[in-house]
């Protein structure tokens, strides 16, 4: 039986994707051979022993010590694009919310007393308060153009907005389904400048840390709306909120929660709601159950964050996945320890991203227990799995 660690709400149609006769699914498990999760913070949380794969049913993974992973020869999955939709539609959703005052309008509403004459008197003399403006000619800045950032870019355009974008590392994918109206920022600077929203679509990383700082909240128009989507982290949040104070900024609408935030009346904060559909939790979860297994089962890897794509079909016999550093003579002294066993190969792949490389090695024969002892303590090998 393969073990599968739960944290967080997987949703169950991907739990299902892990067939109870081979697999035992459970939030509490010991020696799990991979780890199913959502935001849970696997920092500083000892890595097991027998982990062989981490999958997190969702795009970000800085919950998780991906460099530690990949130092054990761990791969670790996410499901790229599989709840675009759905943060789409709430970044859509908070510039309207923005825009119309909504949520003061709604709370307003809600408090009114008296019958329905005097409600009604009330409302027409007190609704100017909540007057807003139209998405429709304004502005929008997308910083990001990933999954996320180009249906956003691309929705907004036939709200009939004005779309530019700033994304330093865009695939060739993202800007194939990109509009073609989408404008192209020079920089994040000339990005922020020139727009009505700003709207944040990257990963939560060094670079990214703070991106949006006093300076940059500065070079914002005045009356600017920022929304966060994306991380916390992203955004200095007193920054932002001085720029609330002094109505630099009309409003900041994200999905992250911190205790100023919460407080402040000019920004609307949601509780992480971006991926929480039905559908995004359910193609999130799928998929990554999928790929987790393909891997536990056949050492196959496909959207990974730290190892290469490695996808061969299965011949007849036993299968190797070995993963080490990325450096000259690996293959070589793999396949050396191979051929000193007497061991034959029917087929063989060997891929590098950054600093690991991954091999999968199919053989007709068992691979006695010292030969695989003789490969774990070659310098350099990470990981090493009979499949
Ligand atoms: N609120 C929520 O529930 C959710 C939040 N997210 C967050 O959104 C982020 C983006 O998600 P996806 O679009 O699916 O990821 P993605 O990987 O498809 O897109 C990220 C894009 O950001 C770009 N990028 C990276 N560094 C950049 C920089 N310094 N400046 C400009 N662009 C940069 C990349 O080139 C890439 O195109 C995730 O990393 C996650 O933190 C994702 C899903 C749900
Ligand atoms: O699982 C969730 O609800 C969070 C989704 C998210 O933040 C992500 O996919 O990066």
Redesign the pocket.
């Known amino acids: 039986m393969l073990k599968v660690l739960t944290y967080?709400n997987i949703s169950v149609a991907g739990l299902e994707r892990l067939p109870r006769d081979r697999y035992e699914v459970a939030s509490e498990i010991q020696h799990p051979d991979a780890i199913l999760l959502?935001?849970h913070n696997l920092h500083g949380v000892p890595i097991p022993e027998s982990v062989k794969a981490v999958g997190?049913?969702?795009?970000?993974?800085n919950n998780i010590p991906v460099a530690e992973y990949s130092k054990r020869g761990v791969p670790v999955f996410?499901?790229p694009g599989a709840?675009a939709n759905a943060?789409k539609e709430l970044v859509i959703a908070g510039m309207l919310l923005a825009a119309r005052n909504i949520c003061e309008a709604w709370d307003y509403a809600r408090q009114l007393e008296g019958g329905d004459d005097a409600i009604h008197r009330q409302v027409e003399k007190t609704k100017k308060k909540f007057a807003g403006f139209e998405l429709a000619g304004k502005t929008l800045g997308v910083l990001g153009l990933g999954a996320i950032g180009v249906r956003v870019a691309n929705a907004a355009t036939s709200l009939g907005m004005h779309v530019s974008g700033y994304d330093p590392l865009l695939t060739v994918e993202s800007a194939w389904q990109l509009s073609s109206s989408v404008a192209r920022a020079a920089s994040i600077d000339d990005l922020i400048a020139k727009v009505d929203f700003l709207t944040l679509h990257v990963p939560l990383n060094d670079q990214t840390r703070h991106l949006v700082n006093g300076a940059r909240i500065s070079i914002m128009r005045k009356g600017a709306v920022l929304l966060n989507f994306s991380?916390a982290g992203i955004v200095d949040d007193p920054r932002v909120i001085e720029a609330l104070d002094s109505g630099h900024l009309h409003a900041y609408v994200c999905?992250f929660p911190s205790r100023a935030m919460l407080s402040h009346p000019r920004a609307l904060v949601l509780p992480?709601?971006?991926?929480?559909t039905v559908e995004?939790?359910e193609n999130?979860a799928v998929l990554v159950a999928d790929r987790v297994r393909d891997f536990l089962e056949n050492g196959n890897i496909r959207y990974s964050v730290n190892f290469p794509d490695v996808v061969m079909s299965r011949t007849e016999g036993v299968r190797l996945g070995i993963a080490n550093e990325n450096v000259p003579k690996m293959v070589g002294q793999i396949s050396g320890a191979l051929a000193d066993a007497n061991l034959n190969i029917l087929d063989l792949l060997n891929k590098s991203r950054g600093e690991v490389a991954y091999t999968l090695i199919d053989l007709n024969t068992e691979v006695p227990a010292e030969t695989l002892n003789h490969i774990r303590g070659i310098k350099g090998v990470l990981s090493v799995r009979v499949i």
Not at 56 to 61: C, H, I, L, S, Y
Not at 272 to 276: E, I, N, V
């Open positions: 967080d959502r935001s997190r049913a969702g795009a970000g993974v996410n499901a709840n943060v991380r999905d992480h709601l971006g991926a929480s995004a939790e999130c």
